[in-house]
């Protein structure tokens, strides 16, 4: 079975000197509009002025050297500054923390977006069409499949170029399996399967941490706006870099792995935001990743056909006993052993993962029923009628 989805592949682009050079343009005018629009919305709601915004097009009689770069492109800068401003006060009237933020050109990534509108936009070869650029060579890792419907331009701080091209394509789902897995995520090791696969957390920021502090300690000592300060920022952008994508590769493997070899996939509904608020525990929790984590394995399972079941946070899964259910109150971060009245005797993160699938497959039948049942009530209500 195959179906549609929105699926981005990201490449290191290679522009010549005139491309940079209008890459460049184009950065700086889509900042310039989306600080220039901020700041008229911002006037606006201050004076009570109800009256529309100017748009683009308008800009462009004010400032003619916009008409320089793609028109598109500045025309995404308003619909992403539309789409700020509405999260702005939905996130206030929830009494969630937010600000709008101009942009700044000394940010260490800047981006620009452009639509394609009659395959404006197309690859050939090693090469791809861009409005305003022509054909830009890029390094083409793999295929890209299916019809593109946007790019997305960046440029980072060490100078790098990459486009990311979505497109709308055919996902193969996979075949049907038997198998099912609960996961135990945690620290020590990286996670716990029902299987009694215990795999490592690689650690990658506590593996860098000794050359990442030695990098800030220099970047602290130099002068601010000078040159110098500017290469020591490059070093330590490259090494953040390194850390990410070393753990951004990691998440892929494994969760392609699960997604693979499982039909139905159980784990905890952990809030890690809250989790973060211990100052011991931290570092630790933001270097393992789980929201991310968790995030690859959810759209994973719904373009691949797998069931992916969150279990209640609230969910005693380490304090039961997977043998008997009895729950053991008094157990501690220290116990690393679950000892139960039973005699049962086993690792704790096991014994939380063999529960976590359990409460997972109940919750997924109990869904299945209700679905069952509302299908009923709604036949029973068609015939009737």
Not at 263 to 292: F, G, P, R, T, Y
Not at 298 to 319: A, C, E, H, I, T
Not at 338 to 365: F, H, K, M, Q, W
Request: aromatic residues 8%; hydrophobic residues 30%.
């Amino acid at each position: 079975m195959q179906t549609m989805k929105y699926k981005a592949f990201k490449f290191r682009l290679v522009p010549n000197r005139e491309q940079q050079t209008q890459i460049s343009k184009t950065l700086g005018c889509c900042r310039f509009l989306y600080n220039q629009m901020l700041e008229e919305k911002q006037t606006k709601h201050k004076n009570s002025d109800k009256t529309p915004c100017k748009t683009e097009k308008q800009y462009k009689t004010d400032f003619s050297f916009l008409k320089e770069v793609d028109s598109i492109s500045l025309q995404q800068t308003r619909i992403d500054l539309k789409t700020s401003y509405t999260n702005f006060f939905r996130k206030l009237k929830s009494k969630q923390k937010t600000s709008l933020r101009f942009k700044s050109k000394h940010n260490p990534k800047h981006s620009y977006r452009t639509v394609s509108i009659n395959s404006s936009i197309r690859v050939e070869d090693n090469r791809i069409k861009l409005p305003k650029l022509g054909f830009v060579k890029f390094k083409k890792s793999r295929e890209v499949l299916g019809e593109i419907k946007s790019v997305t331009i960046s440029k980072n701080i060490l100078g790098r170029y990459y486009i990311s091209v979505l497109c709308e394509t055919e996902i193969q789902k996979l075949s049907k399996l038997d198998t099912q897995i609960g996961i135990d995520l945690g620290l020590k090791e990286f996670c716990i399967t029902s299987n009694n696969e215990f795999v490592g957390n690689p650690r990658y920021l506590r593996t860098s941490e000794e050359e990442l502090k030695k990098a800030q300690r220099i970047l602290s000592h130099r002068v601010k706006d000078s040159n110098n300060r500017f290469k020591q920022q490059k070093k330590v952008f490259r090494i953040h870099e390194k850390i990410r994508n070393q753990r951004l590769d990691f998440l892929h493997k494994l969760s392609t792995k699960l997604i693979s070899e499982n039909q139905v996939i159980c784990l905890e509904d952990l809030q890690v935001k809250n989790m973060v608020k211990n100052h011991c525990l931290a570092k630790s929790i933001s270097d393992v990743s789980w929201s991310k984590f968790v995030e690859l394995l959810k759209y994973k399972s719904d373009w691949y056909g797998r069931k992916l079941v969150k279990v209640d946070k609230f969910y005693p899964s380490s304090k039961t006993c997977s043998n008997c259910g009895n729950i053991k109150k008094d157990l501690t971060l220290k116990d690393r052993e679950y000892v139960c009245s039973c005699g049962l005797i086993i690792d704790r993160d096991y014994n939380a993962s063999l529960n976590i699938l359990e409460e997972g497959l109940r919750i997924l039948t109990k869904n299945c029923r209700d679905d069952k049942v509302s299908l009923l009530n709604i036949q029973t209500l068609v015939c009737s009628s």
